[in-house]
């Protein structure tokens, strides 16, 4: 019986050490309803993954990490989300980071490079970007802050506003903020914080169906004061927002993490139908002809997602602007939905009961279509390829 927490494969590198990683993940699985039940930061959870060396994966070498790159990332993620998706939203976030400022395109000076990778090796440090707000929605989808930068007569800003869907932010060391400036013409300014900054508190209006434990808290700042040296990048508003290609791991690990939760809830169901006898039956339901259908589209689905996220990660290194990470991501977030979706189907009453994961795993599948990019994005963009190349030429 394939079991949650093994390697996806035998030779699949994730750049820990098997046996450690193995154990960890174990122990995040054993207080994963816990975390959920409670819904507040999973601290236990990163003093674990801190003791095997993963918030520093992707941290180069020379700095103290790992050096690992997307692809090990990609398996760690998926794991870590077979285990606790709401870890893994986390993770994954501190890995997109990372990623992004090993990139040739990072704007960040080479000292808080440093300064942020060290921190991770040396003590599990965290890192998110605090970008989005309520009522602006997803930078993605274009507009600009309502949250202020106001540069001071000393040379520092003051931050003021409020963001929402901090995720991590109770448990997170560095937070960059993308902010609005206050001059008569409006830049995009981004700064890097750290937990020391004054003048800002955490909001506790994470209340969703799922992900519950991945403490997405909104932020507000109020009159705080930011030293210039802080400053990561300064544009000017209107037009299509800068996307670096490093910003293409996002999708890659959010797949990775909603390959998890199918797994989990595939691997739970495995178990479930070998270990329930109807007396009835005088067997167990894994004996039943039409069982082995329904698990077998639910293992074709899995299987066809991961495939997809691999060739993702391949292409992309070949390919920064390769369209394969939305896609794997659309698809995971997909296939984690069917998979616990039909799951329940099978189960009846079991399924839902909470004694039991597979309510759990099906709540946080359905987060999976809220983050960015959403499938509407990813299918558009897809469609227009498509007609563009598709275009009779006469009409060109």
Request: charged share 20%; glycine share 8%; hydrophobic share 40%.
């Amino acid at each position: 019986m394939t079991e949650t927490l093994a390697p996806a494969t035998d030779s699949t590198p994730t750049g820990l050490d098997e046996s450690d990683f193995a154990a960890a993940l174990a122990e995040i699985a054993a207080r994963a309803e816990e975390h959920d039940r409670a819904a507040r930061f999973p601290f236990a959870a990163f003093e674990i993954l801190h003791a095997v060396g993963a918030q520093a994966l992707t941290v180069p070498v020379e700095y103290g990490g790992r050096g690992a790159g997307v692809a090990e990332a990609v398996e760690v993620i998926e794991r870590v989300g077979a285990a606790d998706p709401s870890v893994g939203l986390i993770l994954q976030w501190n890995y997109t980071n990372h990623l992004g400022l090993r990139h040739p395109d990072s704007p960040w000076p080479t000292e808080l490079k440093e300064l942020v990778w060290r921190s991770a090796a040396a003590d599990g440090a965290l890192i998110n970007g605090l970008a989005v707000e309520r009522e602006l929605g997803s930078l993605s989808r274009g507009g600009a802050p309502a949250t202020t930068a106001t540069r001071l007569p000393s040379g520092e800003w003051r931050i003021d506003g409020e963001k929402a869907y901090a995720t991590g932010i109770s448990g997170l060391t560095w937070f960059t903020v993308t902010t609005s400036t206050a001059e008569p013409t409006p830049r995009i300014a981004t700064f890097l914080l750290d937990r020391s900054a004054t003048n800002w508190r955490i909001e506790h209006t994470w209340d969703h169906l799922g992900l519950r434990a991945s403490d997405t808290q909104s932020v507000v700042f109020d009159g705080t004061v930011v030293p210039h040296a802080r400053l990561l990048d300064l544009r000017e508003t209107g037009g299509p927002r800068p996307r670096p290609a490093a910003r293409q791991v996002l999708p890659l690990l959010l797949a990775a993490n909603y390959n998890g939760v199918a797994v989990a809830a595939r691997d739970w169901l495995v178990r479930y139908l070998h270990t329930r006898v109807p007396t009835a039956l005088g067997a167990s339901l894994a004996t039943v002809p039409r069982f082995h259908d329904r698990v077998g589209e639910i293992e074709a689905g899995i299987r066809t997602s991961r495939a997809l996220l691999r060739q993702a990660v391949a292409e992309l290194a070949a390919d920064p602007t390769t369209p394969l990470p939305g896609l794997a991501k659309h698809l995971a977030t997909g296939t984690a939905i069917r998979v616990t979706e039909s799951a329940l189907d099978l189960t009846g009453n079991p399924g839902l009961d909470r004694r039991h994961p597979l309510e759990r795993h099906h709540r946080d599948a359905l987060v999976g279509r809220i983050h960015t990019p959403q499938s509407d994005l990813v299918l558009a963009e897809l469609g227009r390829a498509a007609l563009a190349a598709g275009r009779p030429e006469e009409s060109v």
